[in-house]
């Protein structure tokens, strides 16, 4: 697996929210389109008043959660202190507990393997 497919593979889980023109990250009109490197995956920092992560009416959190078990990479949301720090880690099926992720079956199962 190359880099680029890794980095794609984060990309598509975080579009889940919104396509990237409508993400409002910080640094979003700079260079790096506000998407830093992060290890083997990537982190922005969004905007809370403008980025909305809800369950329900707003769905952007369920559709990051079910992108994630999709392409099988790990997410984190951080709070900071003007932004919410979102890193995205392409992660395998199989291997420890800090290389892979379950994938979509996983989500209708009784028990998620930790």
Request: overall charge neutral; glycine content about 6%.
């Amino acid at each position: 697996m190359t880099a680029t497919t890794d980095k794609d593979r984060c990309i598509k889980v975080l579009t889940a929210i919104a396509p990237l023109h409508n993400l409002h990250r910080v640094g979003m009109y700079e260079d790096h389109q506000g998407i830093s490197p992060c290890g083997t995956g990537i982190m922005v920092k969004l905007r809370p008043h403008v980025s909305s992560l809800a369950t329900w009416d707003t769905d952007g959190l369920t559709r990051l959660v079910v992108a994630a078990h999709e392409h099988r990479c790990r997410v984190e949301i951080r709070p900071s202190m003007d932004y919410l720090v979102v890193t995205v880690h392409p992660r395998q099926a199989d291997g420890n507990l800090y290389e892979r992720h379950p994938g979509v079956d996983a989500l209708t199962a009784s028990e998620t393997p930790r």
